[in-house]
């Protein structure tokens, strides 16, 4: 629902559930859609309807309007549609913590739930589906409410991450275990990720349900922000193959998240059939050189240039390898992982900035700590999502102080598409507007002109995703972070350099020098997941085949392959290459490197 109403025109800070009143037929034109496109239940346009999330949009005593609306919409487009589909009153989460955490009490939360399903039931829905909850607790307080006012079926629906496990860490088995327990009909997954990981998600809820209908419904992907529209890149064929699966698995409620079009609900109501990937050949690739860096004049560079710095003006081929600060307060594998990383021959290695919205270590003290642990040279990523202004100047004079002054400028990915949907984001300035600051404490100013005494010495550059759904929208902002002051830029990883220099030549070239981002595939399923729900990776389908063909070889094919990319890198002319270990395997980067000996 939020998905079509976001492509139709209404913003993402908007109160969505209002239109139920405001634009009525908008919302039934959702509902139109899916139905004809051979959904056997619609959800209501009531997501956030309870009296929270309405309270910040000043619509907290129109509760109960707001969710009788919403199903009347709904139940009007079944009749006029002809269909026999279910109507199902959709209930999301409060929108804030519980105590001790937040301020909302159990009782109010009871209240608040109960409030808001006894709308629904008064305007005559079939089910309700209780989704997108992260909080075990929030979930029990939310079945116990429903069921003080009707005893109509009652779907519960948990968020996972990445790695498959709720925020609090509770494991699919533990959350089924839990759920079975409660007066529900089915219980099940939802939204955060997309089908890959909740495939898995469902086959450790499925033993530890005791025969509990399940419930799914995937993201189609993770999101891509295009300037300040976020889309999804699973294609409805892969969403399609992954509910096939899913129902092998045993669910009997598939349907999809945010991301998910009209158009992948057809595919997914027409076929079960996995459909295997085509193969093409790859075009033969232009060869691309890149300049060599100049540092702008009149800028003083005290201290001296950092490692990375050197090596891009010297012309020497740079490796860096990133690293994830942890999810807990202890740095043991990660500073494993780099020393293993230094023995092959790494010397600078980049901290990742809290990537797609996950919650981790900060930053700026997991750099120090690698860099004391190791000698290493660092290169800090920073994040504009989770800073106001006068915070991010407040950080880069701290790092500077701490000499951590690479500096990777990002925008950073949204609150919503990590674990907390309910924080809020800053966005004060992004990526282009934080090499400005940069620029400026180059020159001894802060972003307002006043002075910060000595000039610094940062050295900062950029992101560049040759893969971006907006092929022009991006090189115009490779081109703006040139003039901003970016030093370097690095990518996303690349699996076909052909499509990668064509992207530059499109582009006019580069004036900086280039880190080519390479993240080797440890499988087939590691390389359709990537493809088909990360945002900014495409990798060619001769690849894909490769590894289906590999079998159990599949591993050993990646880091061949890697490595093979590695070296092409290398002979192209470009600065270097950026690797990016996936699931903490060092080995399998360390190995990698092996191609530069």
């Not at 620029?439 to 972003?447: I, K, P, Q």
Request: with cysteine; glycine share 10%; net charge negative.
């Amino acid at each position: 629902m939020g998905t079509l109403l976001y492509a139709r025109g209404v913003t993402l800070d908007a109160c969505f559930d209002v239109l139920n009143l405001n634009q009525p037929k908008l919302v039934q034109s959702v509902h139109a859609d899916y139905i004809a496109a051979g959904a056997d239940c619609v959800e209501t346009n009531t997501f956030g309807a309870n009296r929270f999330k309405l309270a910040s949009h000043g619509l907290d005593a129109q509760v109960r309007e707001i969710n009788l609306r919403g199903v009347k919409l709904a139940r009007d487009v079944r009749e006029s549609m002809g269909r026999d589909v279910f109507v199902l009153g959709s209930v999301g989460p409060l929108g804030k913590y519980l105590a001790p955490l937040g301020t909302v009490s159990a009782a109010e939360a009871r209240e608040t739930f109960a409030e808001q399903a006894e709308a629904l039931l008064e305007g005559g829905v079939d089910a309700i589906v209780l989704e997108t909850f992260s909080d075990l607790v929030e979930v029990e307080l939310a079945v116990a409410a429903v069921r003080s006012v009707t005893d109509v079926p009652l779907v519960a629906q948990v968020v996972f991450s990445d790695e498959g496990v709720t925020f609090a860490g509770r494991t699919p088995a533990e959350v089924a275990t839990t759920l079975r327990g409660l007066a529900v009909q089915a219980m099940g997954a939802n939204c955060s990720v997309g089908s890959s990981t909740l495939y898995e998600v469902l086959e450790h809820m499925q033993p530890a349900a005791g025969g509990l209908p399940l419930a799914v419904q995937p993201n189609a992907g993770l999101p891509s922000r295009i300037g300040e529209r976020l889309i999804y890149l699973s294609s409805p064929a892969y969403m399609a193959d992954y509910a096939a699966r899913m129902v092998a698995t045993g669910a009997r409620l598939v349907g999809g998240c945010c991301g998910t079009t009209p158009q992948h609900i057809a595919a997914i109501r027409e076929t079960f059939d996995a459909q295997a990937p085509v193969e093409r050949r790859l075009p033969t690739r232009p060869r691309v050189r890149v300049a060599t860096v100049e540092t702008p004049s009149g800028i003083s560079m005290r201290p001296g240039p950092t490692l990375l710095q050197r090596k891009l003006e010297a012309g020497e081929f740079a490796v860096s390898v990133e690293l994830d600060p942890p999810r807990g307060h202890t740095l043991d594998k990660l500073v494993q992982g780099a020393k293993l990383l230094r023995e092959r021959g790494v010397e600078i290695v980049d901290i990742n900035d809290g990537s797609l919205g996950r919650v981790r270590m900060a930053v700026l003290p997991t750099a120090i700590l690698v860099r004391e642990a190791t000698g290493l040279d660092i290169t800090m990523h920073f994040t504009c999502r989770d800073r106001n202004l006068m915070s991010i100047q407040a950080d880069l004079l701290g790092a500077h102080a701490l000499d951590v002054r690479n500096i990777l400028a990002m925008t950073g990915d949204p609150p919503r598409a990590g674990d907390y949907a309910n924080a809020t984001a800053v966005f004060d300035v992004d990526g282009i507007g934080l090499m400005q600051i940069l620029r400026r404490m180059n020159e001894g100013l802060d972003a307002t002109g006043s002075g910060v005494g000595e000039p610094m010495a940062f050295f900062f550059g950029g992101t560049l995703n040759p893969g971006a759904e907006d092929v022009e929208r991006q090189i115009e902002r490779f081109h703006r972070k040139v003039e901003a002051g970016a030093r370097w830029l690095q990518t996303q990883p690349v699996y076909d350099l052909e499509a990668f220099d064509r992207f530059l030549e499109r582009a006019g070239g580069s004036p900086v020098p280039i880190l080519v981002g390479v993240l080797p595939l440890h499988s087939s399923r590691h390389a359709e997941f990537l493809h088909n729900e990360v945002p900014g990776i495409t990798i060619p389908d001769a690849v894909r085949a490769r590894l289906r063909e590999a079998g159990d070889r599949a591993l050993r094919v990646g880091i061949e392959m890697a490595q093979a990319l590695v070296r092409q890198i290398r002979e192209s002319g470009y600065a270097g290459a950026y690797l990016m270990p996936s699931f903490g395997r060092f080995e399998v980067v360390a190995e990698v490197l092996d191609a530069l000996r």
